[in-house]
């Protein structure tokens, strides 16, 4: 806008000064009022990009951004579904200041372990409150609590646990917190990029140039945790990443089984398809299908517009 506008403001007061030469003070008030003119509009212009305190400082004004979120899951090649995920919004939808959170919890442990361990930590992110500072923190070390809890009354469940990702949306900020080996994705200007770093023995080598990235694959490592929400009374470590979101960004948060047997460029496409949250994630969870995942595949997809 502040480069049409110069332009279209410098091309109307050209033809004034070439009209006045032979009038001094006429040319001068047309000049004067020309720069007024111009002042008045760049003025104008910068007044609809910021809002300008009286120090002198600006704050860029904030555009309201909507979120649509859809999920779903898929019991894929195991005989049980050990994955659990949450989406929740809060104060109701109604209400512009609302807080969307979304977790995914992939259990493991074997069978009934892995469905407890994944279902305690989703139950515990459901009684957090998302709109506080410590939402992930609260949802994680609350869960951990209860899993331990439960392990000290049936040592049956010895060894159960559970990755846990989870991000909130609020305004125009989304926050991420992370721990074990599921993903967050972020399809940005036609680049899809994971946001999140797996906490595998078997990623951490590849990282250290110790494994190859085709080696990984087949590496009995590659689900070997050091990180993750389980039965003990230590704390769980996590990461945490803020940024802020732009519309037409399309957000992924899922289970491992959803694109371990499927190519990336398979899941860009979907992403890219310009369908609802929800029919991408069915889709989503089609291709995992269809690529014989061994595992259970999870989604959840938001986007931002």
């Not at 945790?225 to 769980?236: D, E, S």
Request: glycine share 10%; with cysteine; proline share 3%.
């Amino acid at each position: 806008m502040g480069t049409t506008s110069g332009a279209f403001l410098a091309k109307s007061v050209m033809p004034f000064f070439a009209a006045s030469n032979q009038d001094h003070s006429v040319m001068t008030m047309l000049l004067s009022v020309a720069a007024l003119i111009l002042v008045a509009a760049v003025a104008f212009i910068l007044t609809q990009r910021s809002h300008v305190t009286k120090s002198g400082q600006s704050a860029q004004v904030k555009v309201q951004l909507s979120v649509t979120v859809g999920g779903g899951t898929h019991i894929g090649g195991r005989a049980n579904n050990e994955d659990r995920y949450l989406i929740k919004v809060v104060p109701p939808a109604s209400d512009p200041r609302r807080v969307g959170m979304v977790v995914i919890a992939d259990g493991m442990g074997g069978m009934a372990a892995g469905e407890t361990a994944a279902t305690t930590v989703i139950e515990a992110f459901d009684e957090v409150d998302p709109t506080v500072s410590a939402w992930f923190s609260d949802g994680i070390l609350g869960g951990n609590n209860k899993m331990a809890a439960l392990f000290a009354a049936d040592y049956s469940l010895k060894g159960f646990g559970t990755t846990t990702v989870a991000a909130r949306f609020c305004e125009d900020e989304i926050e991420l917190g992370s721990c074990g080996d599921s993903h967050f994705f972020r399809l940005r200007g036609g680049q899809l990029e994971r946001l999140t770093e797996e906490h595998s023995l078997g990623a951490m080598l590849v990282r250290n140039g110790q494994l190859s990235a085709s080696q990984l694959s087949s590496s009995p490592l590659r689900n070997t945790l050091y990180r993750c929400v389980g039965g003990t009374a230590a704390a769980p470590e996590w990461d945490s990443l803020k940024f802020p979101m732009q519309s037409a960004d399309v957000y992924l948060v899922c289970s491992d089984g959803l694109v371990d047997y499927s190519s990336l460029t398979s899941v860009q496409q979907i992403l890219s398809s310009g369908k609802s949250a929800q029919e991408i994630a069915h889709d989503l969870l089609a291709m995992a299908v269809a690529d014989n995942t061994r595992d259970n595949a999870t989604a959840v997809v938001m986007l931002v517009s």
